[in-house]
């Protein structure tokens, strides 16, 4: 059973998602807090993870970000991820208001983008008792020079200082593509891969996504280190999956934290494929990861 819900969070921003609940419940759940990467919104597959939980008698709160889908925020596509994280434990306040909800079995899920943040909430928010974090960036810093030519990054500084001068004289801040065709051309997420899943997916689920982010989003990836946190996410359980193939969100990067930082109780599935198969090809692999690793440590209804 789906419903839609709303929440205010701290600052006054409503953000807006879906409460699902199993067919048969008993009166208190373990519940899952869940929201989005970077500029997608619920609609883009975040429905058939809630509804694998769900049929395994687990709740969740499924919300959009702040800026995008049916959320409220200003400005509009604009990602700033400490902003997010800060969503996602007003989400898990939220979720203890609901009369469905074990306030002390709440879970965390996310992907990709989300897959960073709740790396941090789950190091810095006792009131969750379990995270899955799916395809994560590790470090900004690192995966931005990944992705990004060398001698392109002082263009991209340059770009940035450009965009800061400009809001400051009053300016709105300057937009860029989230993705583009041309994999060479200016964009959030330059990769093929990113092109046709978000395209694809826009089209035949989400036509109210739109391909574009504030620039400085982009600079905002640059100085975001979620990584730095995943040492401290212990005793609460973590369940890494990394798609072995992932040149979006590095799969080496999110392999040796998961080796060299993160500490027991943990678990690692490596899938097959690249980052947006763990929507698609891998879907099954993934999403029954998720909810085995969640009942194993939050139990069922």
């Known amino acids: 059973m789906r419903r839609d819900v709303e929440f205010k969070t701290e600052d006054g921003v409503t ?19 869940m929201a989005h ?51 996602y434990r007003d989400a898990i306040t939220f979720s203890e208001t609901l009369g469905e909800t074990d ?13 960073s943040h709740v790396l941090v909430v789950g190091a810095t928010d006792r009131r969750v008792k379990c995270v899955v974090s799916q395809a994560p960036m590790i470090s900004g810093h690192d995966n931005i020079r990944r992705l990004v030519r060398a001698d392109f990054i002082a263009g991209f500084q340059r770009m940035f200082e450009d965009d800061r001068r400009s809001r400051y004289a ?3 801040p300057a937009m860029v593509p989230v993705v583009s065709e041309d994999p060479a051309g200016p964009a959030a997420l ?9 395209t694809e997916t826009g089209r035949s689920r989400a036509p109210a996504w739109k391909n574009e982010v504030t620039l400085r989003s982009v600079e905002m990836v640059c100085e975001y280190e979620p990584g730095s946190y995943v040492g401290f996410i212990s005793p609460t359980p973590l369940l890494m999956v990394v798609a072995l193939d992932d040149h979006l969100t590095v799969a080496d990067a999110a392999l040796a934290a998961y080796y060299e ?36 440590h939050l139990g069922s209804a």
């Open 190 to 198: 330059a990769s093929v891969d990113s092109w046709k899943w978000f």
């Open 103 to 115: 306030p002390e079995r709440i879970g965390i899920w996310g992907s990709s983008y989300s897959g």
């Open 37 to 87: 990467g970077y500029s997608a919104v619920k609609e883009m597959h975040l429905d058939r993870f809630a509804e694998s939980f769900a049929g395994a008698g687990l709740a969740s709160v499924v919300f959009d970000n702040r800026n995008f889908g049916a959320s409220g925020g200003e400005p509009r596509q604009e990602i700033d991820p400490w902003q997010q994280i800060s969503d």
């Open 15 to 33: 953000l807006r998602g879906w409460h699902y609940l199993p067919e048969r419940r008993a009166s208190k759940l373990p519940t899952i807090v």
């Open 261 to 296: 930082r993160a500490l027991q109780p943990k678990q690692l599935l490596a899938l097959k494929g690249g980052h947006f198969d763990v929507y698609g090809a891998a879907f099954d692999e993934s999403s029954g990861a998720a909810t085995k690793w969640f009942l194993q």
């Open 170 to 172: 009053g300016n709105p």
